[in-house]
């Protein structure tokens, strides 16, 4: 007897038979369904008091049976082309009589099926009789109208339900959507996305969702639509909810979108739950930001920390298969029946790959050590010549490299510094020298930008090259004063800072961008940063593009550099003072 799925508990062995029985039927091919089937499901609906659904392929064929409505019936895998539907199509009865509901519509959509009828069922002498027969197919992407996602069309009585021809149909359906795919493919050049994110509150939720647009953009994705969701309380499953998805998929449909990419980082069995919800590519904050660094990775030191930041994320998110990722081991004997010889399941494929991640995690991290130590003899050689160190920190996209082409007139290569209007354009740090009046030669580094909520495998991974900012003797705070967050950035850093343990170092902040901004957010800003830091920290508007700012900029980090001198060689006579003291 054939299997029936679904929900079969307490039915009798009778109605599993006649259920099962519903694999012999076949119909025409290209039709809905027939009479006779109708009939059948009707009367099987009415009797067991659930709805029966049959799933049926192009060749008229019955392949699926389930006890069950349709957004829970069990269907089996189905592959979808690009451009092609699923190749089946849906026929239930509703004991309970009404048209079709939104869960049908809802696996219509989902499951890209060729149709969805659903059969009205109506009790005559005592048993279940078919009546009229409601039909729905899907509609090419970008249709405009009332139900863009699908057309109903008019009810038929059961006894003319093989007469709407779906053969032709479906292949003027899939030929509108492999003409509309060929026209959008012939223009398209970048990953399409739609971007998520979830506001639980936060009062910079707008400014995240910018920044998330920025990061893809940056990535090469080319950001179609923007949906900022509010959920108190999250969803374990898909954050956002199986009503929420379907709306999105609904958008990536229409706006041939391929990438959903959330502003949370999600766990592997969300990505997995929602990928599958959906049938689109999804990514998180924190695979966007491992992208962006693995394609501007460029010395060697970069590339070892990136891939580095990549395994670490990825091993967590490797899956198995159960027996199909076993190896089984030993030789000579019967594997199935345990004789001798056979040595069992041997390492699985999984634990093969995550070895594998663990030697190339090792290897790594050593050739890192290897980086640090050679890095180290670099600052002991500055710290030799006694020339003061200034390391320019800031939010990523800030200007910090810009600036440090304009304070060491490094016009052209190789000294001029890359600088674009991207997150994370540079990776590594990078060493110029520079004069300031009254000081003489100095060292200017251009570190790695920092963001909020930096992924714990980046902190990790770029905390030796972070490192080197507690050689500098001051620090220069580039922030981005047209930035409409820039005080949220502004605090976000000094959180790293504090993490580091750099939080209390001499510190000059540059307010970068003044061009693109107005004068009394600039004094707004400056305010502020004397209220949070004090009159020790002076905040500078600059612009590094027309150089305002500069010379005044350079006396700041003069007076900074001249009070930690000062303050070194107090400590040095107090030191040589108490030296001679115990002599």
């Known amino acids: 007897m054939d299997k029936v799925l679904g929900n079969t508990s307490g039915l009798r062995p009778a109605q599993l038979k006649s259920l099962s029985n519903l694999y012999r039927r076949r119909i025409e091919p290209g039709r809905v369904g027939s009479p006779e089937l109708a009939r059948n499901l009707a009367e099987l609906a009415f009797d067991i008091r659930r709805e029966v659904s049959v799933l049926i392929d192009r060749r008229g064929r019955v392949i699926s049976v389930s006890v069950a409505d349709a957004k829970a019936a069990e269907l089996p895998e189905l592959r979808m082309g690009e451009n092609r539907l699923a190749g089946f199509h849906l026929l239930h009865a509703h004991p309970k009589g009404g048209g079709l509901s939104k869960g049908d519509l809802s696996t219509l959509f989902l499951k890209r099926l060729d149709a969805m009828s659903a059969i009205e069922v109506r009790a005559a002498n005592g048993e279940g009789q078919p009546g009229l027969v409601h039909t729905a197919h899907l509609t090419p992407p970008g249709t405009v109208g009332e139900e863009e996602d699908w057309r109903i069309l008019p009810p038929v009585p059961s006894f003319q339900i093989d007469e709407f021809d779906l053969g032709a149909q479906v292949s003027a359906l899939e030929e509108e959507i492999a ?20 506001d639980q509150g936060e009062f910079d939720a707008d400014e995240r969702l910018t920044e998330l647009a920025e990061l893809a953009r940056t990535a090469g994705a080319d950001v179609v639509h923007k949906e900022l969701v509010f959920r108190r309380n999250l969803k374990p499953g898909t954050l956002v909810g199986a009503g929420k998805l379907e709306e999105l998929t609904s958008r990536a449909y229409h706006l041939d979108a391929e990438l959903l990419i959330f502003g949370q980082e999600l766990g592997p069995a969300q990505a997995r739950e929602i990928e599958a919800a959906t049938g689109l590519k999804i990514v998180d904050r924190t695979q966007l930001i491992l992208d962006i660094f693995a394609l501007h990775a460029q010395g060697v030191e970069s590339r ?4 580095l930041a990549q395994l670490r994320y990825m091993k967590p998110r490797l899956l198995g298969a159960g027996a199909q990722l076993s190896r089984i081991g030993g030789g000579g004997g019967s594997a199935a029946g345990g ?4 040595r069992g399941p041997g390492e699985t494929k999984l634990e093969l790959d995550r070895r594998r991640i663990n030697d190339r995690l090792s290897f790594l991290e050593k050739q890192l050590e290897n980086v640090a130590m050679r890095r180290e003899e670099r600052r002991k050689q500055r710290s030799r010549n006694e020339v003061p160190v200034v390391s320019i ?22 000294r001029r510094v890359l600088a674009e209007n991207k997150l994370f354009a540079t990776l590594r740090p990078t060493s110029r020298q520079g004069f300031i009046e009254g000081i003489g030669p100095v060292v200017l580094t251009d570190t790695v930008g920092f963001i909020r909520d930096l992924p714990k495998d980046l902190t990790r991974a770029f905390r030796s090259t972070l490192e080197e900012i507690g050689d500098a003797d001051v620090l220069l705070h580039v922030l981005d004063a047209a930035s409409p967050g820039a005080d949220t950035r502004f605090d976000a850093v000094n959180r790293i800072l504090e993490d580091l343990g750099f939080r209390d170092m001499p510190t000059v902040v540059a307010l970068n961008k003044a061009d693109a901004t107005d004068e009394d957010t600039l004094r707004r800003e400056q305010g502020r940063i004397l209220d949070t830091v004090g009159e020790e920290t002076p905040s500078i508007p600059t612009s590094a593009l027309n150089n305002r700012g500069l010379n005044e900029l350079r006396e700041a980090l003069a007076d900074a550099i001249n009070r930690v001198q000062r303050e070194e060689l107090a400590v040095r006579e107090e030191t040589r003072e108490r030296a001679a003291e115990w002599q």
């Open 339 to 342: 004789a001798i010889g056979t």
């Open 304 to 307: 070892l920390q990136v891939e």
């Open 179 to 198: 003409r509309a795919a060929r026209t959008r493919q012939a223009t398209k050049d970048r990953e399409r996305a739609i971007l998520v994110q979830i």
């Open 393 to 414: 920190v800031g939010y990523t996209n800030a200007g910090k490299s810009t600036l440090l082409n304009a304070f060491t007139h490094a016009t052209d290569e190789p």
